[in-house]
């Protein structure tokens, strides 16, 4: 293929050193996958392309690229920072989780189409205060269906109810109604209020979420259950994901 010059708007999620003055930035674009991209010289005093290509910055990159393995970044108009993020530890702990999650579901290059708004939802929302333990659950339950997880919340998956009280069976893959508790060894036990959580979070597109509000047992609780299904049935293992289960510890 050949190289060529282009234009991608995204959002740079993650920086590494790479030879001498280099760095390796990873950007999350819309129509053009997940790239990683060499930024040569960032690391000199000011270099303009290293303020650009800082964690969380958004903007039009112009870079040089063939289509697969490494591109060059060459230039960029209008990056701004999403500040109310960058400063704070705990913030950008959640951020880096959420988009660790959705980069590890896709291959570079490969077009991740809704999932990048659910990228730009999670880092607004976070950046302007809202509740990150919250908005991190929320994109953990939309990314199961990017994994090939596609659990059953709209109806009992045994007789298809669409109403009532609720639990969730990871071995079923999905929500069972009280009629068969007796019968279903491989539920969750979960309080019917935290399956409806569950529920909700995955099933509600994301511009109606914006007012969620749960108190923090059961947010504990659908945190547990949220990490137990991508434990049981993705098993992802992610150094950010023990970061911050770390973090709240303290
Ligand atoms: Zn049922």
Redesign the pocket.
């Known amino acids: 293929m050949v190289r060529e010059l282009k234009e991608v708007q995204g959002i740079i999620f993650k920086r590494q050193k790479y030879k001498e003055a280099d760095l390796l930035a990873k950007i999350m674009t819309k129509q053009d996958g997940i790239i990683t991209l060499i930024v040569k010289g960032a690391l000199r005093p000011k270099s303009r392309l290293s303020a650009a290509t800082l964690n969380f910055s958004t903007g039009t990159y112009i870079i040089y690229t063939s289509g697969h393995g490494l591109s060059n970044l060459r230039t960029y108009k209008e990056v701004k920072q999403f500040d109310g993020l960058y400063h704070d530890l705990t913030k950008n702990a959640y951020a880096s989780f959420i988009f660790d999650l959705i980069d590890h579901a896709f291959v570079e290059y490969q077009p991740i189409g809704k999932y990048y708004n659910l990228a730009l939802f999670a880092l607004n929302k976070i950046d302007k205060g809202v509740d990150s333990e919250m908005i991190t659950q929320i994109v953990q339950m939309k990314m199961l269906s990017a994994y090939g997880v596609e659990p059953e919340l709209r109806?009992?998956?045994?007789?298809?109810?669409e109403k009532?009280v609720f639990d969730y069976s990871i071995k079923l893959g999905g929500i069972?109604?009280?009629?068969?508790f007796g019968v279903v060894n491989s539920r969750m036990h979960l309080k019917p209020k935290e399956t409806a959580v569950l529920r909700t979070i995955a099933l509600l597109p994301i511009d109606r979420l914006g007012t969620i509000s749960i108190n923090e047992e059961t947010k504990k609780a659908t945190r547990k259950a949220i990490d137990r299904i991508y434990r049981e049935t993705i098993d992802l293992n992610l150094k950010t994901k023990k970061f911050l289960d770390e973090l709240k510890l303290f």
Request: hydrophobic content about 25%.
């Open positions: 109806h009992c998956v045994i007789c298809g109810k009532g069972v109604c009280s009629d068969h």
